[in-house]
């Protein structure tokens, strides 16, 4: 399974940008999913995560209240909501895969994912 994210872009501080995560080659519909950043000259980091239940979802202490995960199981999908965006959110976004993930569980761990997309670059101007 191939995974693409898609959506990102140039957006104002306090603006919205919705990020969607395809897949090719196969389905993640057995998959916990996540979204991951990382911004110059750091680590990469957790943002969101959502269960392949689809009702479980974990975020990070930064984009809670913010963000919004979701996954349409009929399309394949999933998206991530950017609210009131900082110039702090500025990163290049991914898309992951966990394939081992239980069905009502949301990973936060990066190295449970073992499907990763090519990222998205999110650029917040202040």
């Known amino acids: 399974v191939q995974l693409q994210a898609s959506g990102g872009g140039l957006a104002q501080a306090g603006g919205s940008l919705r990020l969607s995560c395809s897949a090719s080659?196969?389905?993640?519909?057995?998959?916990?999913m996540g979204w991951f950043r990382q911004a110059p000259g750091k680590e990469r980091e957790f943002v969101a995560a959502?269960?392949?239940?689809?009702?479980?979802?974990e975020y990070a202490d930064t984009v809670k209240g913010r963000f919004t995960i979701s996954r349409d199981i009929a399309k394949n999908t999933v998206s991530l909501q950017m609210n009131s965006l900082k110039p702090e959110d500025t990163a290049v976004y991914y898309c992951?895969?966990?394939?081992?993930?239980?069905?009502?569980?949301?990973?936060?761990?990066?190295?449970?994912?073992?499907?990763w997309g090519r990222g998205t670059k999110v650029t917040v101007s202040s």
């Open positions: 959502i269960s392949w239940s689809a009702d479980v979802t």
């Open positions: 992951a895969g966990a394939s081992t993930s239980r069905y009502t569980q949301a990973v936060r761990t990066t190295t449970r994912y073992d499907h």
């Open positions: 080659g196969g389905t993640f519909s057995t998959f916990g």
